[in-house]
């Protein structure tokens, strides 16, 4: 693209002077935007379509502009076209370079539309198809994390509560707990898909239009299912962003959860899994260092998610209805969030592909803790017919005994019990074992062995 009159604001007749270089520079979206290039020009061929059927433009004008949009699209596809910071936007580019390519006719493809709908239609067709790859690698970190949960059902491990022992667990229920966030995840994803789906061309500038134009028949072909249906609204609304960004935020926050549970899990105290080693880093200085950077890294970005979300919700705040240059960075923002939120579940999915569960051990910090007192409360409530309060404090004596005598629960003698409480009969020893306890809590919802094979049938019915 030479340096010629085209280089000149599409406004020139009325503001005779040139932007000063300063805001050009600030102002202009191009090297965010142009990530739209593909959805502009589907919008443009749709619109020019319309406006031929719709006998606002002849035949040959709608045939010429088609083709040079084409052109337009194979030469950004080939790296060929010259992205030029003087154009405010991609929309402004490719308009431009259409002047160039055809001439004067380029001139009737801005007929009864305004940026104003077309950057929200670029921008709706960007996020439907963005939403739904998103969805997908949701789809495949389930997998990933369903194949781990079909390997553990009867992985036993303490279940915590304040980072304490609490209860008994399977680790296969630990991580299908994850299943349901991110199942969760998909669905508020899924729910905005539905706001995407009104058609916003065709509302102009803010008012609509007086050409006889065919929302319809734009929505159809564009893949949209109706077209909004107020055209102030319509320039106005942004809340298919926040959506967006609070999806993103919110799957962010379970990945962040996620990554800090395996970095304690993994940490020298803990040691009930170990990363494998093509996912940690060394240290500068300690030879012996593996650190779980991915996982912090996972953890440490979710703030940005948070920050973009924060950003367009400021944004909308103060702002009147209508059209304002403040709401042109709710691009940036849904790109960061996007690009971030995609890394992210790759990495997580490698993280899932390479961890080693410590079977043994998670068994060992599993028989501690008097893990199982719980269950002797529950049993003293079925056996001895006591109320709970009663079996509860029955049970805390016993604890403190033990803890006395520094033995596990499972160490005291029948003797040593029936000293606390004599109608204690010889099946309370079972209510120790920690594979009964966990089979114990059948309960829907809950970590019984079956009910984890159960809901892993569900979910992999469910993920196909
Ligand atoms: N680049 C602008 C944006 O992304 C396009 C809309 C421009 N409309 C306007 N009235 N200045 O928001």
Known sequence: MSKNKNNQAIWKERISKDTSLIFKKF????NVDKRLFKEDIMGSIVHVEMLFKQKIIPFKIKNK?????NKIQNEIV???FIFNNDHEDIHMSIEKRLFEIIGKDAGFIHT????????????KLWLRKSTKKIIKNLESTIKIILQNAEKNVETVMPGFTHLKNAQPISFAHYMLAYVEMFQRDKKRFIYNLENLMENPLGVGALSGT????DREYTTKKLGFNYPTKNSIDTVSDRDFVVDFLYAVSLTAVHISRLAEEFIVWNSDGFKLITLKDKIVTGSSIMPQKKNPDPLEFLRGKTGNAFGNLFSMLTILKGLPVSYFKDLQDDKDLVFKSYDQLKNSLIILNEILKNFAVNKKRMLELANDGYITATDLADHIVKELKYPFREAYKVTAKIVNYAEKKN??????TMNELKKIESRLKENVLNVFD???AIRSKKSYGGTSFMNIQKMIKKYKKEIK
């Open 65 to 69: 502009i088609i083709w040079g949009l």
């Open 210 to 213: 007086s050409f006889n134009i």
């Open 434 to 436: 920690l594979k009964n």
């Open 78 to 80: 080939k790296k060929k």
């Open 27 to 30: 102002g202009s979206s191009l």
């Open 112 to 123: 009864g539309r305004s940026r104003n709908d077309q950057v929200i239609t670029d921008f």
């Open 407 to 412: 033995k596990r629960l499972d160490e005291l």
